[in-house]
């Protein structure tokens, strides 16, 4: 079975795997695509058997090998306004129109599609194709299959993880603290407020101390790191409580984050905000005993940051030329392999603006350009 980069993209979008989704259908076809072609690749599932992740390794066995890194989950297309079907792969005027085209199935099926040249090609050092699940929602396969690579006994030399980028060689990213906080107050006829404890507006003073902490943030960071903007950043997203304007609310839940940028570590950030937490729900349980505060982390996925002399870094440089510095603002799963001891970069085809967007494309001349690339890179570690 052999198939352009093309042809595997449009199969990959084919598969609706939005991230609350199982994604086993398109692993098993890329399971079954690479035992066709006598690679065996090995599923690293996620806890409840919906999911999993897939790894594999062409060329020799041994230290020093190249991951291309990609996820296969989508965001959902619910509410968005496409001119055509989001899972059938649609070419207009030099761009291919689909739900992952860009955001990340290209890499992903240039990848997939370029395995019977690698077969073929002298390989010295081991290429290993790996695809996870749930990037979207908090990276949390990539954290499972690392672990399986690792028990493996992989040791690999660089890692490329192929978000788009314009085929830019990314250094840096943001890391991404996602957070969950309940209030749980005490109600009362809002007449007697002096006697309540009010969910929404204790809400209310923990959602400015996250405008409070931003805005120090951004008087104390200096420019110069490249981000935009430059600080990490504290953001409320969701916000939901209250029964009536005349009722102290009993209840409000908020959901929230934190991106930060390389050298600030993320659990200071819930150190900083506990300690908030600690001071506020002691009051209230002056008020009240019964009232208080849950909080929860759901997702911690690191920042990555710039190598000293990264074999990640020069190997792609070698292979785009691009010398220019760059960082992002949004998260991959970058920081995670980094964090593995593995020299990490983001390289891939697309442009980010396209992620998520209805009608979301990746030109053909990107798809060509991450083609190009992946040939160079077998070729490099050919010789």
Avoid at 331 to 337: D, H, I, P
Wanted: glycine residues 10%; proline residues 5%.
């Amino acid at each position: 079975m052999t198939m352009t980069p093309k042809e595997m993209l449009a199969k990959l979008v084919s598969f609706n795997t939005e991230s609350q989704r199982s994604n086993l259908d398109l692993i098993h076809f890329c399971r079954d695509y690479l035992a066709s072609l006598g690679v065996e690749s090995r599923l690293a599932p996620s806890p409840d058997g919906q999911k999993a992740n897939l790894y594999a390794t062409i060329g020799p066995k041994g230290d020093g090998g190249i991951v291309l890194s990609g996820h296969t989950d989508v965001v959902p297309v619910a509410g968005q306004d496409w001119t055509s079907d989001p899972w059938t792969l649609t070419e207009r005027d030099g761009k291919l129109y689909g739900r992952g085209t860009c955001d990340m199935k290209g890499f992903d099926a240039i990848g997939l599609a370029l395995v019977p040249e690698m077969l073929a090609a002298p390989l010295k050092r081991p290429i290993h194709i790996a695809l996870s699940y749930d990037e979207e929602v908090g990276c949390r396969g990539a954290r499972v299959m690392i672990e399986a690579m690792r028990q493996d006994g992989m040791q690999p030399s660089a890692v490329i993880v192929g978000e788009p980028s314009m085929m830019q060689v990314v250094t840096a990213h943001k890391g991404g603290l996602r957070m969950k906080t309940t209030v749980r107050g005490h109600a009362v006829h809002s007449s007697r407020i002096d006697m309540g404890v009010s969910a929404v507006m204790v809400a209310g003073e923990l959602i400015h101390w996250s405008n409070e902490t931003m805005a120090a943030n951004k008087a104390r960071t200096p420019a110069g790191n490249g981000f935009e903007p430059p600080y990490s950043t504290l953001h409320v997203g969701v916000v939901e409580g209250g029964t009536a304007v005349n009722i102290a609310a009993e209840r409000c839940m908020f959901t929230h984050e934190v991106r930060c940028i390389p050298g600030e570590r993320q659990e200071d950030y819930v150190a900083l905000y506990r300690s908030k937490l600690a001071e506020v729900e002691a009051r209230m349980k002056a008020i009240a005993p019964e009232t208080g505060i849950d909080f929860e982390v759901t997702s911690d996925t690191p920042a990555m940051g710039p190598e000293t002399d990264g074999a990640a870094e020069a190997l792609c440089r070698r292979l785009t030329g691009d010398n220019g510095s760059h960082v992002v603002p949004y998260g991959t799963e970058g920081g995670l392999f980094q964090r593995a001891g593995w020299s990490t970069v983001v390289c891939g085809p697309g442009d980010i603006a396209q992620a998520h967007q209805p009608d979301e494309f990746l030109s053909l001349s990107q798809l060509e350009a991450g083609t190009d690339f992946v040939r160079r890179l077998i070729g490099e570690l050919s010789r």
